[in-house]
C-alpha cells in the first residue's frame, strides 16, 4: 500500500494529540473539529468513489461529537471519551481511503502515476537479456519501448523481436533460416525483471540451438 499521507491528515493528527491530552481547552477542540471538517469536504467532494463514501459518515460523526463533547457540560467526561474515539477513528479511516485512492482521479478512474503500474518496459527486458546473452549481444528498443529487436553482431540478417501481442503475452519472433515465433506464456512483470530477461535469454539460446 502507498503510505503517501495528504498534510491534511498529520494536521488533525496533531490537532488531536492536542485535544486528547487537554480535553477541556475549548480552542483544543475548536481546532480539532476544524481540522476534521476539512477532511470532511476532501472526502465529501470524492463520495462517488465508494472507499470515501464509507469515510464520510466517520467524519461526520467525529466533528458532531467533538462540537457536543465541548459544549455540553452534563456527561463531559463520557462525551469527551466517545469523542477521542471517534476522531482517531476517523482520522485513521481517512489515511486508509486516500492511500487507497491514490491510483485514483477524483472520478473514480484507474490513473496510476507513469512508471508504477508496470515496473518496466518490454524494451527493460530486451536490453536486460542481452547483458545475460554476453558481449556480442545488442538490443534496440522499438518505438515508445513496446519492443525489442536482438541481435548479434555477427548475424546482422539473423536477429528476434521481443514485443507482446493482441491478447497481452509475450513473444519472441525470430528470422533465422525461417521465420518463427516462440511465446513466453509462463512469465509475467509479477516475477521481477532479472527473471523474465533471463527467461527471454533463455529462449533465444534454445531457438538458435534449435536452428
Do not use: K
Request: glycine letters at 6%.
Amino acid at each position: 500500500m502507498n503510505t503517501e499521507v495528504t498534510p491534511l491528515a498529520p494536521a488533525a493528527r496533531a490537532a488531536y494529540g492536542v485535544y486528547a491530552t487537554f480535553p477541556r481547552r475549548r480552542d483544543a477542540a475548536t481546532e480539532l473539529a476544524a481540522r476534521l471538517d476539512r477532511m470532511l469536504a476532501y472526502a465529501s467532494a470524492r463520495a462517488r468513489m465508494a472507499v470515501w463514501a464509507r469515510v464520510v459518515p466517520q467524519l461526520d460523526s467525529a466533528v458532531a461529537d467533538v462540537q457536543t463533547a465541548a459544549t455540553t457540560r452534563r456527561g463531559r467526561r463520557a462525551l469527551t471519551r466517545t469523542a477521542r474515539q471517534t476522531a482517531q477513528a476517523a482520522i485513521e479511516a481517512f489515511e486508509r481511503a486516500y492511500a487507497a485512492s491514490l491510483p485514483y482521479d477524483d472520478h473514480g478512474r484507474y490513473h496510476p502515476a507513469p512508471g508504477t503500474e508496470y515496473p518496466f518496459s518490454v524494451s527493460d527486458i530486451g536490453r536486460a537479456a542481452v547483458q545475460l546473452l554476453g558481449p556480442d549481444w545488442h538490443a534496440e528498443s522499438t518505438p515508445w519501448g513496446v519492443g525489442a529487436c536482438i541481435e548479434h553482431e555477427d548475424e546482422p540478417g539473423a536477429n528476434f523481436l521481443l514485443a507482446v501481442d493482441e491478447d497481452g503475452d509475450l513473444y519472441l519472433w525470430a528470422n533465422l533460416r525461417g521465420e518463427s515465433r516462440t511465446y513466453l506464456t509462463d512469465v509475467s512483470s509479477a516475477f521481477g525483471l532479472p527473471a523474465v530477461a533471463a527467461r527471454v535469454a533463455d529462449a533465444v539460446r534454445g531457438i538458435r540451438d534449435a536452428d
